[in-house]
Nanobody
């Protein structure tokens, strides 16, 4: 079992920056990929950024150049640095972990609202 707790969401103006954190606990040694997803009202959940245990990263086209995913293995935490935020980035952001035996775990989500 893996437990994930997100934090760092908030309300901010367009152009601002925010860093989300996802702290993992439990069977963290089994985690292969950690991913940030987001879900806006009335829309499907979409992948934002992913990072593998080896450090490879992948981003949605809509956030490339603005968002950066990283991990601190000593703290068992994955971060999502979000810069140049736009109103269309408004969503609930979820952390996801996929283990080597392909089990998936989700955090509870954190709200990000970008509005003037």
């Amino acid at each position: 079992q893996v437990q994930l707790v997100e934090s760092g969401g908030g309300l901010l103006q367009p152009g601002g920056s925010l860093r989300l954190s996802c702290a993992a606990s439990g069977s963290i040694f089994s985690i292969n990929v950690m991913t940030w997803y987001r879900q806006a009202p009335g829309k499907q959940r979409e992948l934002v950024a992913a990072i593998t245990s080896g450090g490879s990263t992948n981003y949605a086209d809509s956030v490339k150049g603005r968002f950066t995913i990283s991990r601190d293995n000593a703290k068992n935490t994955v971060y999502l640095q979000m810069n140049s935020l736009k109103p269309e980035d408004t969503a609930v952001y979820y952390c996801n972990a996929v283990t080597r035996d392909l089990n998936r775990y989700w955090g509870q989500g954190t709200q990000v609202t970008v509005s003037s």
